[in-house]
């Protein structure tokens, strides 16, 4: 070599000066790489095995588009036979044959396949090498294979997964299952999930060395990863795999529960213990999983745990535990399940039966446990046939959650007291199942009780619970005036109101005190405060200041809230109005009486009177104009506009003189009603 410059490579070639043109390799300049490679090809021997074995990337690069060009020399080792052959090979052309030709070199060809499958830019060669390194299964291309699964194309990853999967160490499962997620958006969803099924292919012929990264996979914040985790775990059949799988019946995606149920039947026996604890556990998805899991798995092992779950808080478990016990088939399960017959869900009832059918309901039953069956099996003709003996279920079917067990067992009771001629209290709620509100009616005071409860119940419909109230005045049993007036107070749909009041007034004299009572209903603010707003809202409108957009919210929503309270008032005004003359007397007392009646409760009276038809109203009206409050002056005003009687002009002009403006706008505004100009 020169001492200054390039370095004579002719000159070292033709002394052989391996060493010298080795050191020539490791240059910047790729021309000088190039031909102190040719010249150690040309050399031979000791000069291609050093040429061949040299880890510089460049050199590789330079010596792969080399070695094609070569023979084989007959005099080089093993090692550097393994990459003249892989180097020469040619991979668009690669059959199995050519490939079993590198497999049979072994583990010398590990070095030069891993060259390739990190620095070859044709995919098909990375996939070959991949492919290769598999066969060969050597530990050696352990970290290579694992690179591989991040190569940009899917097949080169597809075929490093397989190696993965036929080397089987370990180490490379956490790696595979990172490869399950495929995010490019850019690959077809097809592609996608044939590099997802060979990863999970690879992962499960890696098998119980990868145990631990399938147990920590079922933990992954990806679904679709937690789904494969489950699966191999179940091909594994391994028994450190339950307790994970177990854990992962309570996982939130829908699928990872099923696929670990499935992976726990096939883990099959030795998953029955932990199984049967699992039944204690505090999330119900686990314990119905575990019951699920059970009865695939069919053994009797599992029956005592399996009965003690038909008594399960949680009614789908329940359902699992039947249907497990069904499919084991045991004679030890027969009393339980009877016990079951009358669960309060019909759905495990019904579950029950069919199971006791399959296993076989013993002959020595007593009645009530025929007739709970054939509740159960809904064979309500069966039912009918055991008469009287058949009431008690059957009233008890009546207060059923499931509407159609109710209304059938209404129909089978009907049906059973028109057999055995029995007429009981009972007829109210078969009436009142099937919706027959004549027949409600036609029962009398025994229907006051029940059509109460129905009124009470806010989960009835509307249309319900105003049949109800309308029932209740037809009967006309004084003992639902307390209950209505109640009900009155407290509900908030119009239209049922509406209706408790039409019935009140079918009562009638004797609803006038209860009415009173709800009239008298004490607030002594709640008047206040809607006079005050409202005077304020007036006073800004006559000197035209508009209200800020805060004013206006308190203005709004004082007056929503006093419309809410003041509801059930205007509501017994109503009532009493309508029942007319009768209610005139303890109205005008209550007018009268300021000091144990608020101004909320005489304004109600104010209202009532105006409503009722009659002379003997006006004067007590009237007098209301000169009371001291206010509210009671405007309400009285308001109220003689109403009426329209001509007896209150002259009372309507004296009261113009007022200083509240709320009172003397409410006088204008009735004057005016009467034909008057203020």
Known sequence: MSLFGSPNIEKMKAKRDIQGLVKALHSQNLQQVKTSAEALIQIGGEGLNLLLQDRDPNVRKVVSALIKDINIPTDINPSTLAWIVVLKQNWSKTTDLSLNEIVSLGRAAVAPLCFVLKENDYDTARYYSAKALGQIGDLMALETLIAALKDENYDVRKGAAEALGKIGDGRASDALYAALNVSDLNVRSTVKEVVKSTVKDAIIAIGAPGLESSCNALKNNDAGIRRVAADVLGESRDPEAVIPLINALKDN???????????????????????????????????????????????????????????????????????????????????????????????????????????????????????????????????????KAAVEPLQICLKDDDGNIRHAAAEALDKVNSLTGTVSSENISIAIEKRDWARVASLGSVAVGPLCTILSDANNTGDIRQSAAKVLGQIGDKSAIKPLCSFLKEESDG????????????????????????????????????????????????ARRPLSDAEKRSYLSTIAAANKALIPRQAAAEALGKIGEPAIAPLISVLRDSKNNNTGVRSAAIKALSMIPSERTIDPIVDALKDTSDIIRKDAAVALGNIGSKQAIEPLKIALKDRDETVHKAVIDSLRRLGQEA
């Open 495 to 542: 239209e049922v109101r509406n209706v408790i009041v039409d019935s009140l007034v079918k009562f009638g004299i004797s609803a006038i005190e209860e009415l009173m009572e709800v009239i008298r209903v004490q607030d002594n603010t709640l008047e206040n405060k809607v006079h005050d707003a409202s005077k304020n809202y007036l006073q800004s409108s006559l």
């Open 253 to 387: 995606d829908e699928y990872v529960p099923d696929q670990a149920r499935k992976s726990l039947i096939k883990i099959g026996l030795t998953a029955v213990v932990p199984l049967c604890d699992a039944l204690k556990d505090n999330n119900q998805n686990v314990r119905g999983g575990a019951a699920f899991v059970l009865g695939k798995i069919g053994t009797e092992i599992a029956v005592e745990s399996l009965c003690l779950s038909l008594k399960d808080s949680d009614y789908l478990v329940r359902l699992k535990a039947i249907e497990a016990l069904e499919n084991i088939g045991s004679v030890k399960a027969v009393g339980p399940l009877v016990d079951v017959l009358k669960d309060r869900d019909s759905r495990v009832r019904r579950l029950a039966a069919k199971a006791l059918k399959k296993i076989g309901l013993p002959a020595d039953v007593d009645e009530a446990v025929e007739i709970w069956f054939a509740i159960g099996m809904e064979d309500w003709k069966h039912v009918i046939s055991y008469g």
